[in-house]
């Protein structure tokens, strides 16, 4: 199932960049969200896309929203990658692709291209923005959008 604008988000458990446990419950419904899904750690557009929500970060901080990165990749590679480009939001290890399934993010030409699709939730848990795109950098702008429109 794709989900879409006014569904709300569903829960869901993974490994984070330290190696703990993370939980949605934990985070969903007490500030806004942006959940963002690429293809893999250290690739040019995956790196392009991380570095834009880093240089951004401060921003959406400031507007009381969390920014968190999700991609098929080991623990140890997000922690080379977060250490590497000095990424201060949490990335998600999804490698059985439960919640890329989840979500229903799908792979592109053929299942060659993993899917590069970023989520904004409300602080109700409510999605607001879905953008689908493989333009990596654009991610970041209606991200940050969002959030601005959604605390104004």
Same mark, same amino acid.
């Given at each position: 199932?794709?989900?879409?604008?006014?569904?709300?988000?569903?829960?869901?458990?993974?490994?984070?960049?330290?190696?703990? $446990?993370?939980?949605? &419950? %934990?985070?969903? !419904?007490?500030?806004?969200?942006?959940?963002?899904?690429? /293809?893999?750690?250290? @690739?040019?557009?995956?790196?392009?896309?991380?570095?834009?929500?880093?240089?951004?970060?401060?921003?959406?901080?400031?507007?009381?929203?969390?920014?968190?990165?999700?991609?098929?990749?080991?623990?140890?590679?997000?922690?080379?990658?977060?250490?590497?480009?000095?990424?201060?939001?949490?990335?998600?290890?999804?490698? $059985?692709?439960?919640? &890329? %399934?989840?979500? !229903?993010?799908?792979?592109?030409?053929?299942?060659?291209? /993993?899917?590069?699709? @970023?989520?904004?939730?409300?602080?109700?848990?409510?999605?607001?923005?879905?953008?689908?795109?493989?333009?990596?950098?654009?991610?970041?702008?209606?991200?940050?959008?969002?959030?601005?429109?959604?605390?104004?």
């Amino acid at each position: 199932m794709d989900l879409k604008v006014g569904d709300k988000i569903p829960n869901f458990e993974a490994k984070d960049t330290n190696g703990k $446990d993370f939980d949605s &419950k %934990k985070v969903v !419904g007490l500030k806004p969200l942006v959940i963002y899904f690429y /293809p893999k750690d250290n @690739t040019p557009g995956c790196t392009a896309q991380a570095c834009s929500f880093r240089d951004q970060y401060e921003d959406f901080k400031n507007l009381g929203a969390e920014v968190i990165g999700v991609s098929n990749d080991s623990v140890v590679s997000h922690q080379e990658f977060t250490k590497h480009y000095k990424l201060p939001f949490l990335l998600l290890s999804d490698p $059985d692709k439960k919640i &890329k %399934k989840l979500f !229903g993010v799908h792979s592109r030409m053929f299942g060659l291209l /993993p899917g590069r699709v @970023t989520y904004v939730v409300d602080k109700n848990g409510i999605i607001q923005m879905v953008f689908d795109s493989v333009l990596a950098t654009r991610h970041m702008l209606k991200a940050l959008e969002t959030i601005k429109r959604l605390v104004s």
